[in-house]
T-cell receptor, first 112, second 111 residues
Framework: NAGVTQTPKFQVLKTGQSMTLQCAQDMNHEYMSWYRQDPGMGLRLIHYSVGAGITDQGEVPNGYNVSRSTTEDFPLRLLSAAPSQTSVYFC???????????FGPGTRLTVL | KQEVTQIPAALSVPEGENLVLNCSFTDSAIYNLQWFRQDPGKGLTSLLLIQSSQREQTSGRLNASLDKSSGRSTLYIAASQPGDSATYLCAASRNTGKLIFGQGTTLQVKP
């Protein structure tokens, strides 16, 4: 198993550009989520999904969109990047919401 | 609103020492508590998961305890090694799977 994979590992955007951070898992996990990690703020939940076709907002959802068309994939879209979205983004998955969550290696995003 | 605090923020110990990392949470209605390890520039690795009905979990040299009534969890590391140097994060979850993280304790184990 590859576990949770994220692409790209690094990305630099200009303000106003759009992009999609990819997340995939091969463990047949129903629960997937996106977090951002910022110095002094820790990890905060952006969006999460309890299964294909079902998504909901976390603590800091503004500026981000998600969809879950398959069990394996949970992409995070930035429609119009802002410098405040400079961060490290982590995707996580678990079998169910009460189970151990497994994290991907992260995407380091810089918005200029 | 759930808040999770980890003390100390940083810790430096000599190799071989037993140590305790602390995690406190404000809302005792948690579903479970997880401890993670994060190496610089890397993702999070799950160490231990304690369900709300459990008091402790053990894995090798690691032992995590949970006391919901006092809003505290501790991670005990026995016979620390330089390879244990990392940031340790605790995260509390309600019955939605949403994790609320502490700020972490950065541990340095000196040879």
């Amino acid at each position: 198993n590859a576990g949770v994979t994220q692409t790209p590992k690094f990305q630099v955007l200009k303000t106003g550009q759009s992009m999609t951070l990819q997340c995939a898992q091969d463990m047949n996990h129903e629960y997937m989520s996106w977090y951002r990690q910022d110095p002094g703020m820790g990890l905060r939940l952006i969006h999460y999904s309890v299964g294909a076709g079902i998504t909901d907002q976390g603590e800091v959802p503004n500026g981000y969109n998600v969809s879950r068309s398959t069990t394996e994939d949970f992409p995070l879209r930035l429609l119009s990047a802002a410098p405040s979205q400079t961060s490290v983004y982590f995707c996580a998955s678990s079998k169910g919401f009460s189970d151990t969550q497994y994290f991907g290696p992260g995407t380091r995003l810089t918005v200029l | 609103k759930q808040e999770v605090t980890q003390i100390p923020a940083a810790l430096s110990v000599p190799e071989g020492e037993n140590l305790v990392l602390n995690c406190s949470f404000t809302d005792s209605a948690i579903y479970n508590l997880q401890w993670f390890r994060q190496d610089p520039g890397k993702g999070l690795t799950s160490l231990l998961l304690i369900q709300s009905s459990q008091r402790e979990q053990t894995s090798g040299r690691l032992n995590a305890s949970l006391d919901k009534s006092s809003g505290r969890s501790t991670l005990y590391i026995a016979a620390s090694q330089p390879g244990d140097s990392a940031t340790y994060l605790c995260a509390a979850s309600r019955n939605t799977g949403k994790l609320i993280f502490g700020q972490g304790t950065t541990l340095q184990v000196k040879p």
